[in-house]
């Protein structure tokens, strides 16, 4: 049944292939939530929504193994890379399917059996181009063991920020740099000062492409901030880029003169790329080369801002010389650093909450909801604990799962637990199936590829509670009143619709969750894309009142791991109305050090022996779990901890302005 629709172009490749590449880690630590929020999740909701629009869209990525970061942390933990990718590489995989995040192909570049010669091939055609060629150019070099110094073994001020920075790349302006060029640099294999040397390596003039890159920022979709740097970049007389590197891990170029060098591991990426798409072709049986990439190839990127310069100037010249008759359409999404606790998420220094230590089956897409609001679309944003923890219990326990709960509940109350049929309608009703209408349009219009937005498309999504919750309430007057029941029975399937396209419209973001209460509604797992606001079948069978969606299970991890008193989770959904008693008798009991089987119910808290700090703790507890503020003098006037339960009920319904009182009696 259509009651409203909408109309607007999720997709736009008509059919083409999509490959949607989120940059491959760097297996020298797991995924922490800075990366799990940028381009994994970006990446992941993005091919999700694809799909629901019909799209033959995949998700690519793999372990950047020949990363000199890789080496690094070898060093540092004693064993040799390929051990240390391995691991690594093994663990990111597994926090990446905790993330709910599964890609449909995972390129392990140091292991890939065909990877080394496509790479070669690759780099044999840029040198055959005649751009990429040797030269001599100012190096650095450790003073005291000789060794070459390159990204993670050197650091100094950016030349072009003045920022602290390491070798070859600046995160603050995202601006490469030459390390021979860096400002006071330092050495991280020992302490004294680097000694400037020549050194013969593949050499790729980037300033040539200038208008290359400008034309082919044109053709898509291409961030303002990608073009700004290009700009900035550009506006230096020359940008030589070295494309090998003396080192011993990684893939040794094809051709003579650079001996004892590696190909560069980001001029590596331009063509690990290629590969994924190939290697996923053979799998899936679709004939793709990475030798020869075709004109309808749809590629998206996302990356975080510090890999702005490879993905959107670097490669593009890279596919240029080395498939010329190739004219790659690719769309850029960039995030900026998510911070934590003000400062930037590392790998390197372990600065991070780490995906594992968050992210379970009942804790997923309360994360992902909180990660997909609070992402950095466009500027710097901040992780904090706490805000994690009041997204969780305000919004997804306290409005979502109680809305949700609350509707079940009338619904087997006043329908017998079915769908209403819709009788009689109001002026107010077509105006919520119209604003429901509205929602979609901009769940659509963010979830779409142009206007991509997670921040926006979570804010969105709870708004299609809020509304919801706004318009129960509303109605609630006449919910039980038998003159007016065409009306009640019309506003009720109207809620269930929302429910309905909010199963539908999450499934992006928080696929567990859209899978959950689609079943509770007695729909299938959201497949498509709604293209109209669609009521419930009347007479479905309506499982929402004793569902929990959200809020954790015991021995659930959560960030900042609060111990919840008794064990017993904070506003538990499935609660029988009017009912935090048993709760309370916990935490009375546990608050007052009573005995497991002392009977509080019927007892004063004063006569159970409370004193003014014990007060003062209760009403703290109070406060953490429930998020009710509740007066000292209020805990003594109870006559009872029964009392005092029911007062604690209607307190909560007040504060999350529940949408239909659930008869507390009174
Ligand atoms: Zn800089």
Redesign the pocket.
């Given at each position: 049944m259509t009651a409203s629709t909408v109309d607007a172009a999720a997709t736009r490749f008509d059919g083409r292939p999509v490959f949607v590449f989120s940059t491959p880690p760097t297996p020298n630590g797991d995924l922490h939530l800075g990366h799990l929020s940028g381009p994994y999740l970006g990446a992941d909701v993005f091919v999700r929504f694809q799909r629901m629009n019909g799209a033959t869209a995949w998700h690519l990525t793999g372990s950047d193994d020949f990363q000199s970061y890789v080496v690094g942390r070898a060093r540092a933990e004693g064993r040799d890379p390929a051990a240390t990718a391995a691991h690594y590489s093994a663990e990111i995989a597994a926090t990446l399917r905790l993330m709910d995040i599964e890609p449909d192909q995972y390129t392990v570049t140091s292991v890939d059996p065909a990877y080394r010669s496509g790479l070669r091939a690759f780099f044999a055609r840029l040198v055959g181009s005649g751009s990429v060629a040797l030269r001599e150019d100012p190096g650095l070099v450790d003073a005291v063991t000789g060794a070459y110094l390159y990204e993670v073994d050197v650091s100094g001020g950016?030349?072009?920020?003045?920022?602290p920075?390491g070798g070859n790349i600046?995160?603050?302006?995202?601006?490469p740099?030459a390390c021979a060029d860096l400002l006071a640099p330092r050495s991280a294999r020992s302490d004294a000062p680097p000694r400037r040397d020549s050194v013969t390596r593949y050499s790729l003039p980037l300033h040539e492409f200038r208008a290359h890159i400008a034309a082919h920022h044109r053709t898509a979709r291409t961030p303002a901030r990608l073009k700004e740097l290009a700009e900035r970049l550009f506006a230096r007389d020359r940008v030589d880029v070295a494309v090998t590197h003396p080192s011993s891990w990684g893939v040794p170029p094809p051709e003579p003169g650079a001996d004892g060098q590696v190909i560069w591991v980001w001029p590596e990426m331009a063509y690990g790329f290629l590969h994924g798409i190939e290697s996923l072709g053979t799998r899936i049986g679709r004939d793709w080369r990475a030798d020869a990439p075709q004109a309808d190839w749809k590629i998206v990127h996302f990356f975080g801002f510090d890999n702005s310069f490879y993905h959107a100037i670097l490669y593009p010249v890279l596919y240029r010389l080395a498939h010329p008759d190739w004219t790659p359409d690719i769309d850029y999404h960039v995030n900026e650093f998510y911070l934590l606790d003000g400062e930037k998420f590392s790998t390197s220094r372990r600065h991070a909450i780490w995906g594992k230590d968050v992210l379970g089956p009942h804790s997923v897409d309360a994360v992902r909801f909180f990660l997909s609001r609070t992402r950095s679309e466009g500027r710097r944003t901040n992780f904090e604990t706490a805000a994690y923890e009041a997204v969780l219990r305000d919004r997804l326990v306290g409005a979502w799962q109680r809305w949700l709960n609350d509707l079940g509940a009338r619904i087997d109350e006043l329908y017998s637990g079915a769908a209403p049929e819709p009788a009689t309608w109001t002026p107010e009703h077509t105006a919520f199936l119209g604003r429901l209408g509205t929602r979609l349009s901009a769940l659509t219009e963010c979830l779409s590829p142009d206007g991509f937005s997670l921040n926006q498309a979570a804010e969105t999504l709870d708004g299609i509670v809020e509304d919801a919750i706004r318009f129960s309430r509303s109605e609630s007057p006449v919910a039980r009143i038998g003159r007016w029941r065409d009306e009640a029975r019309t506003a009720t399937a109207l809620e269930l619709a929302a429910a309905r396209l909010l199963a539908y419209t999450a499934a992006p973001v928080m696929p567990r969750f859209a899978a959950g209460l689609a079943a509770a509604l007695g729909v299938a797992v959201p497949a498509n894309w709604p293209r109209a606001v669609t009521l419930v079948e009347p007479g479905t069978r309506i499982d929402l009142a004793h569902r929990t969606f959200f809020g954790g299970q015991p021995g659930d991890r959560q960030p900042g791991d609060r111990q919840p008193g008794d064990g017993q989770p904070p506003v538990r959904a499935g609660l029988p109305p009017a009912s935090l008693l048993p709760w309370l008798r916990g935490l009375v009991r546990s608050t007052l050090q009573l005995p497991e089987d002392e009977p509080v119910d019927d007892r004063a808290l004063a006569d159970l022996g409370m004193e003014s700090l014990h007060a003062v703790a209760l009403q703290y507890q109070i406060l953490e779990e429930i998020a009710v503020d509740i007066p000292v003098e209020d805990l003594f006037g109870a006559p009872d901890v029964d009392a005092l339960a029911r007062l604690l009920d209607e307190r909560t319904a007040e504060d999350a302005a529940r949408p239909v009182t659930q008869g507390v009696p009174g």
């Open positions: 950016c030349p072009h920020c003045g920022e920075t600046c995160e603050e302006c995202g601006e740099n």
